[in-house]
């Protein structure tokens, strides 16, 4: 059974910087492909980054590119979202998602994505 576990989010004011981590079960990090979502209320989930199963490969969103990096630590099994200059439309609850298909791509539709974490709260103040 594959388990995430985000933490790291909080309250910062806009143009400061958070780290979120999951941490993931067994060999999750080095075997599915990765990926970030959120989610702001009353509004759908969205992309944010992900990267592929092998590391070879990454997706931003538009509105992230430039300001957010995602990075993996395969000895602690872990994924990183370091987000700097953030803005008040980053306030949003934070998903980490693992994907069990190979692709050359990262996919950035939710639903293709086989297991989820419970998320965490980044709140970002004006």
């Known amino acids: 059974q594959v388990q995430l576990v985000e933490s790291g989010g909080g309250l910062v004011q806009a143009g400061g910087s958070l780290r979120l981590s999951c941490a993931t079960s067994?060999?999750?990090?080095?075997?599915?492909?990765m990926a970030w979502f959120r989610q702001a209320p009353g509004k759908e989930r969205e992309f944010v980054c992900g990267v592929r199963s092998d590391g070879a490969g990454t997706a931003y969103a538009d509105s992230v590119k430039g300001r957010f990096t995602i990075s993996r630590d395969k000895a602690k099994n872990t994924l990183y979202l370091q987000m700097n200059n953030l803005k008040p439309e980053d306030t949003a609850a934070y998903y980490c998602a693992a994907d069990r298909g190979w692709f050359p791509v990262v996919r950035t539709a939710g639903a293709e994505y086989d297991y989820w974490g419970q998320g965490t709260q980044v709140t970002v103040s004006s």
């Open positions: 067994g060999r999750t990090i080095s075997t599915y492909a």
